[in-house]
């Protein structure tokens, strides 16, 4: 019996999971930079340090290529790697705090990069949502549960819900609006609309 558990190139050389790993990372960048239409697979090739040959053999197409790129963030999260300041706004605020102002910028250029894109391409729609979307709301849906264990946020207020607030409200301004987003927009979705849904003003119950 052979062993299938690493993919292999034609021919049956083995393929190099970490050729892989800097191809797709490469295509990330390239789309911050450049936006998807004047993203081309010859400038992630030269990028990655790679043929363009190489790339087409893994991945047909530009959208193909995007979609595994995109892929790699598809990791749902626990309540231990999330923020705890001990009230809810900080959490939340924690969360879409990028740790420095390089990620922050890398963060909104590649998803204004992926907005013109989405509505056309069905299954890169599909993995921004799966790989994108739903950690985001996965993470609001524990730090608001927390929250009421903790004492903080009423336990009849309507989680699911307020869990989609600030993805939903992201994803329409990027996509539908095409405008970009900040962490100063994120801090007034959670304090105008996230808290006052959870029955709560900012500042309250926030430590000093």
């Keep these: 019996m052979t062993d ?4 292999r190139a034609r021919g049956g ?3 190099d999971a970490s050729r892989d790993t800097a191809i797709l990372t490469a295509a990330l960048e390239v789309l911050a ?5 004047r993203m081309t697979m010859d400038q992630v090739a030269r990028r990655a ?3 363009k040959a190489t790339l087409y053999r893994r991945w047909p197409s530009k959208s193909d290529l995007v979609v595994q790129a995109v892929a790699q963030f598809d990791r749902m999260p626990t309540l231990d790697e999330l923020p705890d300041t001990g009230s809810l706004r900080g ?7 990028p740790q420095t102002p390089d990620d922050e910028r890398r963060t909104l250029a590649l998803a204004s990069g992926m907005a013109s894109l989405l509505p056309a391409d069905p299954a890169l729609a599909e993995v921004a949502g799966t790989a994108l979307v739903e950690p985001f709301v ?7 549960r927390r929250a009421i264990e903790r004492g903080e946020v009423r336990d009849d207020v309507d989680v699911e819900t307020i869990a989609f607030v600030t993805p939903s409200m992201t994803a329409f301004r990027l996509i539908v609006q095409r405008k970009p987003i900040d962490v100063n927009l994120l801090a007034r979705l959670v304090d ?3 808290l006052p849904a959870c029955g709560l003003r900012p500042g309250e119950h926030e430590k000093p």
Excluded: C, F
Aim: charged share 25%; glycine share 10%.
């Design 4 to 7: 299938d558990s690493a993919p």
């Design 13 to 15: 050389r083995p393929r």
């Design 33 to 37: 930079e450049h936006g998807y239409e």
């Design 49 to 51: 340090g790679a043929g």
């Design 91 to 97: 959490d939340l605020l924690a969360l879409m705090r």
């Design 138 to 144: 996965a993470s609001q849906r524990l730090l608001i």
């Design 192 to 194: 105008t609309v996230v």
